[in-house]
């Protein structure tokens, strides 16, 4: 027996019970001790190993950025504010249904369709709303599946739990779609290759979306109070100057007023510091209002560059070029978040040294400190 | 089961203790035998039951022990002899009956059968109910062997009679459960008359009716002087006298051969227990200077003996007692010839070596590599298990604390390993709903835990219904959670009103438990815990409810009772390709926490095992395992 406190249970008191978990679903799915559920992790039964896959992955426990950035980009971490980009654009879909079940412009349901349909993957895991509409993993095999994930639910999703819960011996190619810390999660599982769990090699395409936080503790039985939820299409919280939370459904739309929700925010989210899904291979965002209906998108490896490519190529995705502004934008609203993410977690450690989860080169931590707004 | 009812008188045969308890009512002429399944008592019924047909007997297994003792009672008012049987646990249910059953008399002779389970093997509790029987004014008789424990039946129906009050019988594990030789009295032939003669009896009214209660045990008493069932062995005036009743005196006879003391120790064994036959006891105290009391497993005759003294101011020097009280015997548990010598030797100043000490060593060290500590379990197939399975998963998923109030049943695992520790501690029949719905009403002072109540269907019949209407009534918030195996298993599969057959094989009315409870108009859900998903999740519904009373039912039939018709319905076995044992992604699920025996862990190659011997083939296991390694295939 060893001496070590069970790797569950420091995950329980280093993450889950102290406000940070995310619920991204990574400690869960290969393990039958933790689930998501209804906004928290649970804990079944004690595990009593003391190196455990569920504290070694989660994006809350400490992360080496160079390391990881050095496994997918070949490089340190931290020269953009918006990661490694080596190409961005503007994307829609050229599907018309497809941008019609899209959040803004389709792009990733576009993305996957196109690589389904050219044998680059077998499935996509990815997050779909359930009939009420909470999220939950699903591991999507055809378009039709695909569109049913389209659209985002602005609350947390352990979409990992479904990528865990894949048989080991599959050979299926993959890909997976995920927020920022979902992407950090699996992006430690390719530094780090997990055993008993399908072969990180199947992941033939990570990707990652834009996110400044998401709504959750009790959020979903506000909107469930409010709204018949089975007969909700979408919701949207179009980007400032607006302020409202809109719900469409057959019969038109409503909305909340964002200063009504703005205390669901996620607390944890506040100790985010990746805005972009920096180690995805792809990033899609919104396009924010200079181009509504579109998407932004970073490319980043080639991995990224080979399904952008080929979705342009058939015709999948109508691009044109993201303005210089647009893109100078979006760095500074990701570095506004990455500063906000220090100050949260300096605040709570009380110490600059001691930034929790975050293991960051000390020149990147200056420089974000350092920055103005 | 031998068939009690053979006519040979005088025929030597081996019996039960129960067995024995049966014969006797039958050479008494009993027409009227009613029960409620408690270990040890649970043989005497059936053993009755199955002759029952053939005698014009009227034999049932009762909802529970009031019932039965009420039931035989009025068998005995309308003047046919009666007899009711249970554990220690049944005195207790049916001692407000009692209280007041003492107050006004029987007709024909009625029995009270009380089995104690000394050692607490089979039981909730460890406890002597002799002293019901000095406490409520009765008389009292324990069997020292089995045939006592016939003759003595026999003749307690001609004392109830005579003494127009209930008697008791006690009995314990060791003379209920073992077998001896008995030999056989005359069977009468079967003839039963009506008759409400009792109930012209003049008793007097209120508590004149308790003073003539205690003349009837005078006299009572007076008759126990002459009892055969008294004796004695021993010198005359023995250095040690040991008094004693019941199985021990087996123990102590042995005892005393085995310390070769048959000529400086004697032993007055008692079959009269109350009320005590205070002359034969005198002159056995006046000749002896130690006494030591060999019982189990209060000190009952210890104390009542030396109540006894005080009141002797003619009997001179009072001899030094030893038992209890002092030090020398236990005040719990089962007593042995090894604790009597024990005491024996240590009161005489002897020495006793039954092995010398190194062999002693060596034989206790030998087992322990091969015996395995095995904890308490349910059996494989156990449809429990996935009851237990679903209600801990719910119960951590919802994350409040939930909890289970246990009860008495197969299912009472719930504190223990068995049952994943969801319940807390058990008290007595029908006390988890009745605890359950007092954590219910427990809002007001900040109480925010879930509560569910655990039941079986033979304890909701029993006892658990008040506590149900009650907390219904009292908008009380909590879930019963009906364990229904279609059996009452833990005791033997005895019939009850769920169950479309009588103690005498004959057809009987089903009372149905979902019906009963949807009458109350409250949430009913009946689950098939097999299915873990659909049960689980309707757990987690009926806890997120959270207002007033809801029923849960797990149906699904006792695997004991499934086996004895089919087939096991899957063949299973772990894939040891995908068994990853205990790395990361399982850390032995199934067999260090799921806890069937019918899997196994093998040590050598780091992978769970089907023991092809024990498994029942239910499959269940298949949907726990984390990896998928485990494989069921239709049979």
């Known amino acids: ?373 | 089961m031998p068939d009690i009812d053979v006519d040979a008188p005088g025929r030597t045969v081996l019996l039960m203790g129960n067995e024995a308890v049966a014969r006797g009512a039958l050479e008494a002429g009993v027409g009227f035998a009613a029960s409620y399944p408690g270990t040890p008592s649970s043989e005497i019924l059936p053993a009755i039951a199955d002759v029952a047909a053939r005698r014009g007997i009227y034999a049932e297994w009762s909802v529970n022990e009031k019932v039965a003792i009420e039931s035989a009672t009025a068998a005995s008012l309308a003047g046919i002899r009666a007899m009711a049987s249970m554990k220690q646990n049944g005195v207790n249910v049916i001692s407000d009956f009692l209280a007041n059953l003492v107050m006004s008399g029987v007709g024909a002779g009625l029995l009270l059968v009380s089995c104690d389970d000394p050692g607490q093997r089979n039981s909730s509790n460890e406890q002597d109910t002799r002293p019901i029987a000095k406490w409520l004014d009765f008389p009292l008789l324990e069997p020292g062997d089995f045939q006592e424990a016939k003759d003595m039946t026999k003749w307690l129906f001609d004392v109830s009679e005579e003494f127009d009050t209930v008697c008791m019988l006690r009995c314990v594990s060791k003379i209920s459960h073992t077998r001896g030789n008995v030999t056989l009295g005359e069977l009468p032939a079967p003839q039963y008359r009506i008759s409400f003669e009792a109930d012209k009896r003049e008793r007097g009214r209120g508590s004149r009716r308790h003073d003539d209660l205690h003349r009837r045990l005078a006299r009572a008493q007076r008759r126990f002087e002459q009892s055969p069932f008294n004796r004695y062995v021993g010198p005359d005036r023995p250095e040690l006298l040991i008094i004693t009743c019941g199985s021990c005196w087996l123990h102590s006879q042995e005892a005393v051969r085995l310390l070769d003391l048959e000529d400086r120790v004697g032993i007055l064994k008692l079959g009269t227990c109350w009320p005590l036959p205070e002359r034969l006891i005198e002159r056995h105290l006046a000749k002896s200077n130690e006494v030591l009391f060999v019982e189990e497993i209060d000190p009952f005759l210890e104390r009542s003996v030396m109540e006894l003294t005080s009141a002797l101011s003619a009997m001179g020097p009072r001899p030094v007692f030893y038992g209890k009280r002092s030090g020398h015997v236990n005040a719990y548990g089962e007593l042995t010839p090894d604790l009597v010598i024990n005491a024996i030797a240590s009161v005489m100043g002897l020495t006793y070596q039954a092995r010398d000490k190194e062999y002693d060593r060596e034989i206790e060290a030998l087992p322990r590599g091969y015996v395995v500590p095995r904890a308490g379990t349910l059996c494989p197939g156990c449809p429990h298990r996935a009851s237990f399975w679903a209600i801990k998963n719910a119960i951590r998923m919802d994350g409040r604390d939930g909890f289970i109030t246990n009860d008495i049943g197969c299912y009472g695992v719930g504190p223990t390993p068995a049952g994943f520790f969801v319940g807390r501690d058990g008290y007595c029949m029908g006390s988890g709903a009745g605890v359950a719905s007092g954590f219910g009403k427990l809002g007001q002072f900040g109480f925010t835990q879930p509560v569910l109540a655990a039941c079986g269907d033979s304890t909701f019949y029993h006892a658990a219904i008040p506590a149900l209407i009650d907390g219904i009534h009292n908008n009380s918030n909590f879930i019963l959670v009906v364990f229904d195996n279609s059996a009452t298993a833990m005791t033997g599969f005895q019939p009850h009103p769920g169950i479309a057959t009588n103690a005498m094989g004959g057809p009987a009315r089903v009372v149905s438990i979902e019906a009963l409870c949807r009458a109350m108009d409250v949430r009913v859900e009946v689950c098939d815990p097999f299915d873990l998903k659909n049960t689980t999740a309707t757990l987690l519904d009926m806890m997120a409810m959270d207002g007033g009373v809801r029923v849960a039912i797990m149906k699904r039939q006792c695997e004991l009772t499934r086996a004895r018709q089919e087939g096991p319905p899957f063949k299973v076995h772990v894939d040891p390709d995908k068994c990853v044992g205990e790395e990361c992604g399982c850390d032995r699920l199934c067999t260090r926490i799921f806890l069937c025996p019918g899997l196994r862990w093998n040590r050598n190659t780091g992978k769970a095992e089907i023991d092809e011997v024990i498994c029942s083939g239910c499959g269940v296991c298949a949907d726990i395992c984390p990896q998928g390694a485990i494989i069921r295939e239709a049979a």
């Open chain 1, 1 to 373: 027996m060893d001496s070590q406190p069970p790797a569950a249970n420091k995950l329980l008191n280093e993450v889950v019970d102290t406000g940070l978990c995310c619920l991204c679903g990574g400690c869960s799915g290969g393990c039958p001790y933790l689930v998501p559920y209804q906004g928290r992790i649970a804990r079944l039964d004690d595990c009593t190993l003391a190196e455990g896959q569920c504290y070694q992955y989660c994006p809350r426990t400490p992360t080496d950025m160079d390391a990881i950035s050095e496994h997918i980009f070949g490089q340190p971490y931290g020269d953009d504010e918006i990661g490694v980009v080596q190409e961005a654009f503007l994307a829609r879909s050229a599907d018309p249904e497809i941008r019609e079940k899209g959040q803004d412009g389709g792009t990733v349901t576009a993305l996957l369709s196109l690589a389904l349909d050219e044998g680059l993957i077998d499935a996509a895991v990815e997050t779909r709303m359930a009939d009420d509409r909470t999220p939950q993993g699903f591991v999507a095999q055809s378009t039709e599946d695909m569109l049913s994930c389209a659209g985002v639910s602005y609350e947390p999703s352990p979409v990992l739990q479904a990528f865990n819960s894949l048989p080991k011996e599959s050979t299926e190619k993959l890909a997976i779609v995920g927020l920022p810390c979902h992407v950090t999660c699996v992006a430690k599982m390719k530094t780090y290759p997990p055993r008993n769990r399908v072969d990180m090699d199947n992941v033939k395409v990570v990707v990652g979306l834009f996110c400044g936080w998401t709504l959750a503790d009790g959020f979903h039985r506000f909107l469930q109070d409010r709204f018949d939820l089975s007969q909700a299409a979408r919701f949207d919280i179009p980007h400032h100057p607006a302020h409202t939370f809109d719900v469409y459904s057959e019969s038109g739309m409503e909305s909340v007023e964002l200063d009504d929700i703005r205390h669901y925010i996620n607390d944890a989210c506040s100790y985010c510091w990746d805005m972009t899904a920096e180690f995805a291979d792809v990033s899609v965002g919104s396009g924010r209002a200079a181009f509504k209906g579109w998407n932004t998108v970073i490319v980043r490896t080639r991995d990224g560059q080979r399904v952008t490519d080929i979705a342009k190529a058939k015709y999948a995705l109508e691009t044109q070029p993201i303005p210089t502004e647009s893109l100078d934008n979006l760095r500074r609203a990701s570095l506004n978040k990455k500063k906000r993410a220090l100050a949260s977690i300096i605040a709570r450690t009380g110490d600059a040294d001691n930034l929790l989860y975050l293991g960051l080169p000390r020149n990147v931590v200056d420089r974000v400190l350092a920055a103005g707004e």
